[in-house]
């Protein structure tokens, strides 16, 4: 069993939090852009009330642990790996919360080439548990607005975790899938899982607009957002979503698997 203390360790020797890859200058950024509602920030949270970017350096601070000064404008950001392993504990209780009442759940990512093997884990973990892992609107196409223009995607799942690849790229049934922020895919899934009466998932697991675009429409969502992805925070914040774990979503895809047996041996669905 990996301990609490080990965890903490590991999270700063791969730079899942400490000093973390992600510029100082990209978050600042971020921040700016959500304030001004910027939709490829947002990711599908619609704020209640007007984040301006200090106040959104406050909430960053606190959430993640980033510095607070906005006299900072270089260098590498920091989370603070206590604030990280709070969330974990917090993420792992919504897992064992849903596993235990066997609820259908929802997973995606909008960063497969790194999240992947995590969200396929709690899948696997939770279908055992008796949880339905739904995948609706399989194949079904997504048109997502990019910094290269109008992009026409697929839904997808791979081992019961949505993602999205580009319409021609002819690997349907592959790995790993596109990068995207967008809401539009959880969007689609949820609204082909009304249209056909159901079940509807009690939880949704995934980050970027995954999370968020669920979290907006009134289903409990949870996951990983780094230090400039504001969205998830402001959306915790503001009770869209349900947990954010401040962590970099963009390490080495192996340097995620001890979090993932800590959450599962918390949530009592370690195999």
């Given at each position: 069993m990996l301990t609490r203390r080990a965890l903490r360790a590991h999270l700063l020797d791969v730079r899942l939090a400490g000093v973390v890859a992600t510029s100082r200058e990209v978050s600042l950024r971020s921040y700016r852009l959500f304030a001004a509602r910027d939709p490829r920030v947002l990711i599908g949270i619609d704020p209640e009330r007007d984040?301006?970017?200090r106040e959104l350096?406050?909430?960053?601070?606190?959430?993640?642990?980033v510095s607070a000064d906005p006299r900072r404008t270089a260098g590498q950001d920091v989370i603070d790996p206590d604030r990280t392993l709070a969330a974990l504990d917090a993420f792992a209780d919504r897992l064992a919360a849903v596993a235990q009442r066997r609820g259908p759940v929802l997973l995606g990512t909008g960063h497969p080439h790194r999240l992947l093997g995590?969200?396929?884990?709690?899948a696997e973990a939770l279908s055992a548990a008796g949880c339905a892992v739904l995948t609706p609107a399989q194949g079904r196409r997504v048109?997502?607005?990019?910094?290269f223009g109008l992009r026409t995607y697929n839904l997808d799942y791979v081992r019961g975790v949505a993602l999205v690849r580009e319409a021609d790229s002819g690997r349907a049934g592959g790995e790993p899938g596109a990068h995207t922020h967008s809401p539009l895919?959880?969007?689609t899934a949820l609204a082909a899982a009304a249209e056909a009466g159901g079940p509807l998932p009690e939880l949704v697991i995934g980050d970027h607009g995954w999370a968020c675009g669920a979290g907006q429409l009134g289903f409990e969502a949870i996951g990983p957002a780094d230090t400039d992805d504001p969205a998830l925070f402001v959306g915790e914040a503001e009770g869209t979503v349900s947990?954010?774990?401040?962590?970099?979503?963009?390490v080495r895809s192996e340097y995620y698997r001890p979090l993932t047996r800590y959450v599962l041996n918390r949530a009592c669905l370690s195999r």
């Open positions: 984040w301006g970017p350096l406050a909430l960053m601070a606190e959430r993640c642990g995590f969200y396929v884990a709690l048109d997502i607005t990019t910094r895919p959880v969007r947990v954010a774990v401040p962590l970099d979503d963009a």
